[in-house]
């Protein structure tokens, strides 16, 4: 008798929602580090970890839409925080986060660690601003959820707050050996 395999289910490679919200714990402990944010870009009238938030909820219109907001400024100096949507929208807010960096920001991000994705070199290794980047070592429960996250997160720092790291990527496939051995490099 053939061995039954085991069923699939689509949690593991999809949500039927974007919205993540960040664990208080590990939220926490960030704050203590960064010594505090002025700002929380991407969360709900719930769900905010900060006095000063831009959420689709929000009472002000104005904040509704957090891409179309200065950071730099309705943060005033202070942190920033973001745990973006985890779908289509991702490489909008990494841009807008990269941008606040180079404004002189420093924008702390939970995202999923899904370095396969092109805003993830688009925003770190791409980039022209300091980053440093931290693999959550476990799979993080966010909100009230009973089980952890189906994957891994990290967190990004953007701009004065980013601590060098030294990392670099490669290519997938190799280019073409030449006869020199810098293809791992990470000034190449």
Not at 53 to 68: E, I, M, S
Request: charged share 20%.
């Amino acid at each position: 008798m053939p061995k039954e395999q085991p069923k699939t289910t689509s949690i593991h490679f999809s949500s039927s929602s974007d919205d993540w919200p960040t664990p208080a714990e590990f939220f926490g402990r960030l704050a203590e580090e960064f010594g505090g944010f002025t700002l929380d870009v991407c969360a709900d009238a719930k769900n905010h970890k900060a006095e000063n938030w831009y959420g689709l909820d929000h009472p002000d219109p104005a904040r509704r839409n957090a891409l179309f907001c200065d950071w730099v400024a309705d943060a005033g100096g202070g942190n920033i925080w973001m745990n973006p949507p985890y779908g289509d929208p991702m490489a909008y807010f990494m841009r807008k986060a990269v941008q606040s960096a180079a404004a002189g920001a420093t924008v702390v991000t939970l995202v999923p660690a899904r370095t396969d994705t092109q805003w993830f070199h688009t925003s770190t290794f791409e980039s022209d601003v300091p980053w440093e980047l931290r693999f959550v070592k476990a799979r993080l429960k966010f909100g009230d959820a009973r089980n952890s996250a189906p994957f891994p997160s990290a967190v990004i720092v953007f701009g004065p707050g980013a601590k060098p790291c030294g990392l670099s990527a490669m290519p997938a496939v190799a280019p073409a050996f030449d006869g020199q051995m810098d293809l791992f490099d990470p000034a190449a």
